[in-house]
């Protein structure tokens, strides 16, 4: 990385980032020339090889263990890349799981575990970071939503909800932040190849695109790394970028 990137010398923690569009944007913003935390619950395995595959293009990066839903573990996370890394530059709120069914069979265990990750996750890990980021009067937030946030879907009731919880905590946290150098924005992902996606019946999606495609991991981190990383990002707060292939518009 050349002293030229415009992430170098700051570190990046994204959660979730040990596979599917997590893994694409470790690998993006280390290409900025960030040092990037590799947050996984549990794929210690593959955190490490996404780790591997960043320290083999000549990037930085480490791995570290925490469940973000849980508050405990996410304050020893932030602790661990202060004390590792000295700053936290850039939050990208990446983890997430789906747990789908109509709403009348939903079981309560599986709306909970939906919000506590992809919602609560969110409001910790990014209370965890304000701190640091006011006293170094600069940051980076990117939340991954969905578009599913944004239009609900059938038999998602709970995945919708976090998603468009995500967006109105986008909004909000924007502007408590703005006037410290701290932009927050959201990037929503519409129906991206990943192994959250392969069960779903791909033609009757794709009738709904435009674009007539999946997307890839690969084109939502070129958002998420232009909304971190770019010098031309920083007048750019409280946004939610679609990347969806024109499925949602207007």
């Given at each position: 990385?050349?002293?030229?990137a415009?992430?170098?010398g700051?570190?990046?923690?994204?959660?979730?980032?040990s596979?599917?569009i997590?893994?694409a944007?470790?690998?993006?913003?280390?290409?900025?020339?960030?040092?990037?935390?590799?947050n996984?619950?549990?794929?210690?395995?593959?955190?490490?090889?996404v780790?591997a595959?960043?320290?083999?293009a000549?990037g930085?990066?480490y791995?570290?263990?925490?469940?973000?839903?849980?508050?405990?573990?996410v304050?020893?996370?932030v602790?661990?890349?202060?004390?590792r890394?000295?700053?936290i530059?850039?939050?990208?709120?990446?983890?997430?799981?789906t747990r789908?069914?109509?709403l009348?069979?939903?079981k309560?265990?599986?709306?909970r575990?939906?919000?506590?990750l992809n919602?609560?996750?969110?409001?910790?890990c990014?209370?965890?970071?304000?701190?640091?980021?006011?006293k170094?009067?600069r940051?980076?937030?990117?939340?991954?939503?969905?578009?599913?946030?944004l239009?609900?879907n059938?038999?998602?009731?709970?995945?919708?909800?976090?998603?468009?919880?995500v967006?109105?905590f986008?909004?909000?946290t924007?502007?408590e932040?703005?006037s410290?150098?701290i932009?927050?924005?959201a990037?929503?992902?519409?129906?991206?190849?990943?192994d959250?996606t392969?069960?779903?019946?791909a033609?009757g999606l794709?009738?709904?695109?435009p674009?007539?495609?999946?997307g890839?991991?690969?084109?939502?981190?070129?958002?998420v790394?232009?909304?971190?990383a770019?010098?031309?990002?920083?007048?750019?707060t409280?946004?939610v970028l679609?990347?969806?292939?024109?499925?949602?518009?207007?």
């Amino acid at each position: 990385m050349t002293a030229t990137a415009p992430l170098a010398g700051r570190t990046a923690l994204v959660t979730g980032a040990s596979r599917g569009i997590g893994r694409a944007v470790a690998l993006e913003l280390a290409s900025s020339g960030a040092t990037v935390v590799v947050n996984y619950a549990s794929s210690a395995a593959a955190a490490e090889a996404v780790v591997a595959e960043i320290a083999a293009a000549g990037g930085q990066a480490y791995a570290l263990q925490a469940d973000v839903s849980q508050e405990e573990q996410v304050d020893g996370l932030v602790t661990a890349v202060l004390e590792r890394s000295g700053s936290i530059d850039v939050l990208i709120n990446n983890a997430g799981i789906t747990r789908d069914g109509l709403l009348m069979r939903l079981k309560t265990e599986d709306w909970r575990a939906v919000l506590d990750l992809n919602l609560t996750g969110v409001f910790l890990c990014t209370r965890a970071v304000t701190r640091p980021m006011l006293k170094q009067k600069r940051g980076r937030i990117v939340n991954i939503t969905s578009v599913v946030g944004l239009t609900g879907n059938a038999g998602q009731t709970n995945y919708a909800a976090a998603k468009a919880g995500v967006v109105g905590f986008t909004l909000s946290t924007a502007r408590e932040l703005a006037s410290r150098g701290i932009t927050v924005n959201a990037v929503a992902p519409g129906f991206i190849a990943t192994d959250m996606t392969s069960h779903l019946n791909a033609e009757g999606l794709l009738n709904a695109i435009p674009l007539g495609r999946y997307g890839e991991p690969a084109e939502v981190a070129g958002a998420v790394r232009f909304l971190a990383a770019d010098p031309a990002a920083a007048y750019i707060t409280g946004q939610v970028l679609q990347v969806d292939g024109g499925m949602v518009m207007g």
